[in-house]
C-alpha cells in the first residue's frame, strides 16, 4: 500500500480516495475508522491492529493533532512488540511512505483536526 496523498480531511491510497480516517493494513484499508472517545486513542480502538500483529504501527493524530495518544496506549502497543510511531498526519503519511525497516507496518490515521 503507498498513500498517494494526504490534505486536511481527504488520502488517497493506492489510487482510492477516503474522506473518512482510516487503519492501512499491509493487504486493505478499513475505514471509516471510529474511536469510541473520537479524539482520544485507547487500544480498544486497535483491536484489529492487534490481532494483525504488526512490527511497527503509525499513527497520525490529525492536522494539527486533536487527537490524543495516552501513554497508556503507547505502552500497550509496546508491550504487544509493536513499535509506535506518533506525530501529525501529514508527518505520519511521509513516515509510512518512507518506512523501510522491513517490518510489517500498519498506519491508524486521523484525517481532519
Not at 503509525?58 to 509493536?82: D, Q, R
Not at 513499535?83 to 500498519?106: H, M, Q, R, Y
Request: charged share 20%.
Amino acid at each position: 500500500m503507498r498513500i498517494d496523498s494526504y490534505t486536511f480531511g481527504q488520502i488517497v491510497i493506492d489510487g482510492q480516495k477516503f474522506t473518512k480516517d482510516v487503519i492501512i493494513f499491509p493487504d486493505r484499508v478499513f475505514s471509516p475508522w471510529w474511536r469510541r472517545e473520537g479524539h482520544g486513542l485507547h487500544p480498544a480502538d486497535l483491536e484489529d491492529v492487534f490481532k494483525a500483529a504488526p512490527g511497527r504501527v503509525i499513527i497520525g493524530t490529525g492536522a494539527s493533532g486533536m487527537m490524543k495518544v495516552p501513554s497508556s496506549t503507547i505502552i500497550f502497543l509496546e508491550e504487544k512488540g509493536i513499535d509506535v510511531w506518533t506525530g501529525l498526519t501529514d508527518a505520519a503519511v511521509a513516515a509510512f511512505n518512507e518506512e523501510t525497516s522491513g517490518k510489517s507496518v500498519i498506519a491508524a490515521l486521523h484525517l481532519t483536526c
